[in-house]
C-alpha cells in the first residue's frame, strides 16, 4: 500500500493527557494530520511516568476509540514515545588494546559498539547508543576505520531509563488491544522534527517546558552530547499559586495563562487587583512574585545542564512546550543565566496539514505528537477500513466525520489480538557507517561528564 494512502497513528504519554494523532505521509513528503484526540490522566501519569496501569489503559483505550469512530477505520498498532523523569545519558568508555598493529575494521567497530550494549544499570537498560568519538593512538577521529594501529577507545553516549518505564507501557498497551509499532525516544524524535542540521552541528540546547518535566538535549557536531529530564515543569508553578491562595489547580492554572509573566524587572508601583474564587483578590504583584520564582528555580536547574558547555553552543538555546508559551520566558532565561542566545521553536503544526474538522488542542504543546507521528512509517489500520476512510487523492471525506462524543470508551477485557511487546531497537550491524561523514563537520568537539 501505497505512503499516501496508509494512515499513521502515535500515541503520546503526557504529564496531564494521554494524546493520540492519526494521519498520513502525502506525496511531496508532508504530513497529513486526520484527528487529534486526548484524555486527561493526571492521577495515572506522573513525569511521564506510568503509576496506574488500570486508568492509563481505559484512557488509551479512549483515545483510540475516538480516533476509529471519527475516522471510520479500525487502528490495529501505534507509534508510541518514550519519555519521563529517568531518562538520561551516561557517558561510557571501552577500549581495545590489539597484538599488533593492525588496520581497523567495521567488524571491530560494532564489536565495540556490541561491548557497550552489555554494559549493565541497576533497574533500567540503554535504550540507544550513540558513538561520539574514537581514540586511535594519540589521534581523535570520528571514523577510524582503515586506520592502522595498536590501541582503539571507543566513547559512546547511552540513553538509558528506568526498566519500569517500558515495562508499563508494554503492559497499557497490550490490555488495550494495541500494537506498538515502534518505540522512540520522544526527545530524540523531537530534535530531529524541530532542529535543523545546521543547529545540530553548531551546539544547541533544546529544552522542551513540559507541565511535569523539562527536557534538555545537547547537540553538537550533529550528534546528541547529553540528555536529561528535570523533574520539573509548568504544574508546579501552577500548584505554588493554588497552595498560596487556597484556589482549584484549574482556576489557578487559568490565572498563571492570562496573567502570569515569566520574569519582571520590576514590581509595579500601581498594580492590578485580580479577582479570584470566593469574592477575593490577588495582587498582579503577589502572582508574579510566585511565578519569577519558581520559574528562576527551572531555569537554573536548566542552566546546570549545559553551563559546562555553553560556550559551545553557536545556534543559542532554542526553547518550545506548553510551560514555554508563559509570557517572556526567553527574557527570563536571559537574565538568569546571562546566556544571550535565546529562540522560540517554530511550532511542527505550521508545517503539517491540518485535516478539515480537526481541532488543535489549546494552550498545550503538540509537537512530540506531530513529531512521532512524523517518526511513522508503516500503516497502522486494518486494510479495508482504510479504503472506506479514504477518496479522491486519500483525502478523508467530510461527511463521514461524526460528531464528536466526550464520554470515555469502555476498556475492552478481552482484546482481540494482544498486543506484541516491543522493545526501543538496537542499532544494527554498520550503524557506524551512517556518521562517517561527519570528521569535517566536527571542528570543535566537546565530551560531556554524566554520572
Request: net charge negative; with cysteine.
Amino acid at each position: 500500500m501505497g505512503a499516501e494512502k496508509s494512515i499513521i497513528v502515535a500515541l503520546e504519554f503526557g504529564t496531564s493527557a494521554i494524546r493520540g494523532i492519526a494521519g498520513k505521509r502525502k506525496s511531496d513528503g508532508t504530513i497529513q494530520i486526520l484527528d487529534i484526540e486526548q484524555e486527561r490522566v493526571t492521577d495515572a501519569i506522573q513525569r511521564g511516568v506510568i503509576y496506574n496501569i488500570d486508568k492509563t489503559t481505559q484512557a488509551i483505550t479512549s483515545v483510540i476509540g475516538r480516533l476509529n469512530e471519527n475516522l471510520n477505520i479500525h487502528i490495529q498498532r501505534a507509534y508510541v514515545g518514550i519519555g519521563g523523569q529517568s531518562l538520561h545519558t551516561v557517558a561510557n568508555t571501552v577500549s581495545r588494546g590489539l597484538q599488533t598493529k593492525v588496520k581497523i575494521t567495521p567488524e571491530l567497530v560494532d564489536n565495540l559498539m556490541d561491548n557497550n550494549r552489555a554494559t549493565q544499570y541497576t533497574d533500567s537498560q540503554i535504550l540507544e547508543v550513540i558513538p561520539q568519538e574514537y581514540m586511535v593512538g594519540n589521534r581523535t577521529v570520528t571514523d577510524p576505520i582503515g586506520i592502522q594501529s595498536e590501541q582503539i577507545e571507543a566513547h559512546f553516549m547511552n540513553v538509558v531509563a528506568k526498566n519500569v518505564l517500558i515495562e508499563n507501557i508494554n503492559k497499557c498497551m497490550r490490555m488495550a488491544g494495541i500494537e506498538i509499532a515502534d518505540l522512540s525516544i520522544s526527545p530524540l524524535t523531537l530534535a530531529d522534527a524541530l532542529l535543523s542540521d545546521s543547529e545540530k552541528r553548531s551546539g544547541c540546547a533544546l529544552v522542551d517546558f513540559g507541565a511535569g518535566t523539562t527536557t534538555v538535549a545537547v547537540y553538537n557536531g550533529n550528534l546528541l552530547r547529553h540528555l536529561a529530564v528535570i523533574p520539573l515543569g509548568g504544574n508546579n508553578i501552577t500548584n505554588d499559586i493554588s497552595t498560596a491562595h487556597q484556589m482549584e489547580f484549574d482556576e489557578a492554572e487559568a490565572l498563571k495563562r492570562k496573567h502570569g509573566v515569566a520574569y519582571v524587572a520590576t514590581e509595579s508601583d500601581n498594580p492590578q487587583m485580580l479577582s479570584i474564587s470566593n469574592e477575593r483578590s490577588l495582587s498582579e504583584n503577589d502572582l508574579q512574585n510566585i511565578i519569577g520564582a519558581r520559574e528562576e528555580e527551572i531555569i537554573q536547574n536548566v542552566w546546570h545542564q549545559i553551563e559546562n558547555v555553553s560556550n559551545k553552543l553557536l545556534s543559542g538555546i532554542i526553547i518550545m512546550g506548553a510551560a514555554a508559551q508563559l509570557k517572556d520566558i526567553p527574557e527570563a532565561i536571559k537574565h538568569y543565566t546571562q546566556f544571550p542566545k535565546v529562540k522560540l521553536a517554530k511550532s511542527l503544526i505550521t508545517t503539517a496539514d491540518v485535516g478539515a474538522g480537526v481541532t488543535t488542542p489549546q494552550g498545550i504543546s503538540i509537537d512530540t505528537l506531530i513529531a512521532l507521528l512524523m517518526h511513522g512509517e508503516s500503516n497502522c489500520v486494518t486494510e479495508n477500513e482504510l479504503q472506506n476512510a479514504t477518496d479522491n487523492e486519500g483525502k478523508l471525506p467530510e461527511e463521514s466525520i461524526p460528531e464528536k462524543k466526550e464520554e470515555a470508551i469502555d476498556m475492552p477485557t478481552q482484546p482481540e489480538k494482544p498486543a506484541e511487546e516491543i522493545k526501543p531497537k538496537k542499532p544494527k550491524k554498520g550503524f557506524f557507517d551512517r556518521i562517517r561523514n561527519l570528521g569535517n563537520q566536527l571542528d570543535s568537539i566537546f565530551r560531556e561528564d554524566d554520572e
